[in-house]
């Protein structure tokens, strides 16, 4: 198949990201893939087709992951026609965009859209994946299986919630990595108010209730097509720990990852979200669950595969990449 890798930037992209993984397993299986960045791209002005500055992603005998990546961005863009893909991966992070290049945020889903019309298999599903950015998406699946919560601009509000429910976190609506997440014990927290005028600063505040285990960290999970992503039995899931004196267990906060057995209440979990998950075409997500309760939903360039390689000494990229090609196989 025809398969290209959308991304913010291809000049910033990392070897060590899920994204090289996947689009070197793409390539290793014969596809042909290309990178193209945000900027990339334009509309054709006599024939309306899209088409990209595009970069080649060839896989050479042998090639590690660094490698790989290197010669994709040491090499010439061509131009590609869009409309001619089978499908479209979009791995770009809209929140990363949304500081520093505004224009840049909402167009993976823009051009996803427009190439989902037009025949295209696009994955994660556009439309859907304008909802899933923001961490109110959550929102949408059985109280069960998330923390009690409130979303809101007013400060008065947050102090109420904390007051009722004890310690929770609070984090902006729209945000990655950590970046303004705080844990607050009770209404008595004295940097209460800064914490809330630091949060607000970036929209809309979610604040949730802590489920006790978080000081312990979080478990990563992913999956495909609504289905715990496995291979060989084997999960794709583990366990974020923080480090020192920082309770937010992100990778890129120094979080440390270890190996995590899925049990009955994970699995309870991922079956009350799969209906969902496969109706809004989340092709390929990764949940954070806390305590038997799931505090986020990565559907936007979800992270983290490398964890589950360093762990289980497994690949499970040709896994996800093989259930694309069936998707696009049986749309065609």
């Not at 863009?77 to 840049?104: G, K, T």
């Not at 800064?194 to 006790?212: H, K, M, N, R, S």
């Amino acid at each position: 198949m025809k398969l290209a890798f959308f991304v913010n930037d291809v000049a910033t992209e990392i070897d060590e990201y899920a994204t090289t993984r996947l689009a070197r397993a793409a390539s290793r299986g014969g596809h042909q893939v290309w990178y193209i960045g945000v900027g990339d791209v334009e509309l054709g002005e006599s024939d309306g087709q899209l088409v990209a500055n595009a970069h080649a992603a060839v896989y050479q005998e042998g090639d590690a992951l660094e490698t790989y990546l290197k010669a994709i961005q040491d090499r010439d863009a061509e131009r590609v026609v869009m409309d001619d893909l089978d499908a479209l991966f979009l791995r770009n992070e809209s929140i990363d965009d949304l500081q520093q290049r505004p224009w840049a945020s909402p167009l993976g889903a823009v051009f996803g859209q427009m190439l989902k019309a037009r025949g295209v298999t696009v994955v994660n599903d556009p439309m859907s994946l304008i909802r899933a950015t923001s961490k109110l998406y959550l929102e949408e699946f059985p109280e069960q299986i998330r923390p009690r919560s409130l979303v809101t601009r007013d400060p008065a509000a947050i102090e109420r919630f904390v007051a009722a429910v004890g310690r929770c976190v609070i984090k902006p609506l729209y945000g990655a990595k950590g970046r303004n997440v705080f844990m607050v014990g009770d209404v008595t927290e004295q940097n209460l108010a800064q914490i809330t005028e630091a949060v607000l600063q970036d929209g809309y505040a979610l604040v949730q209730e802590f489920v006790p285990g978080g000081e312990d960290g979080d478990a990563r999970i992913f999956l495909l097509e609504g289905s715990l992503l496995e291979q060989g039995g084997k999960a794709a899931a583990f366990r974020r720990v923080p480090t020192g004196n920082d309770p937010r267990a992100n990778i890129s906060k120094g979080g440390q990852p270890v190996p995590l057995e899925i049990g009955e209440v994970e699995r309870g979990i991922i079956a009350a979200m799969s209906d969902k998950l496969i109706a809004d075409g989340m092709f390929f997500v990764g949940v954070d669950v806390i305590g038997g309760k799931v505090v986020e939903i990565n559907a936007e360039s979800p992270g983290g595969l490398q964890s589950v390689e360093w762990l289980y000494g497994m690949d499970v990229c040709e896994t996800v990449i093989s259930a694309l090609e069936r998707r696009v196989h049986a749309h065609p």
